[in-house]
């Protein structure tokens, strides 16, 4: 059976040998690590863009969406939104709207 005091000392002397070394050392060869860390850095530069993009393009978007909101408010259109008379059908044609 093992010394309670001997195995104590055994675990701190484990202990203090795992602290010393550090962190897990990476066991690839320097050239992999290297591009590993270059493909991690290009995918980043990539998700950058992506992300560039999708702003600009949200930008974009929401530029337009007032714009139609500005005209669809605008007096032209406004008795097409207006709901107390009868349905207006945007689809018919002009002359039978004039006519009814």
Known sequence: MINPPTFSVGLLLLLIGYAVTGPESDLRPRAVR?????????????????EKNVEDTVEKLETELAALLDTIEAP????????????????EDPEKRAQS
């Open 76 to 91: 032209k259109w406004r008795p097409l939104l207006d709901n107390r008379g009868k349905p207006v059908d945007i689809l």
């Open 34 to 50: 290297s591009s590993a860390c270059q493909e991690h850095t290009s995918l980043h530069s990539r998700v950058d863009v992506v």
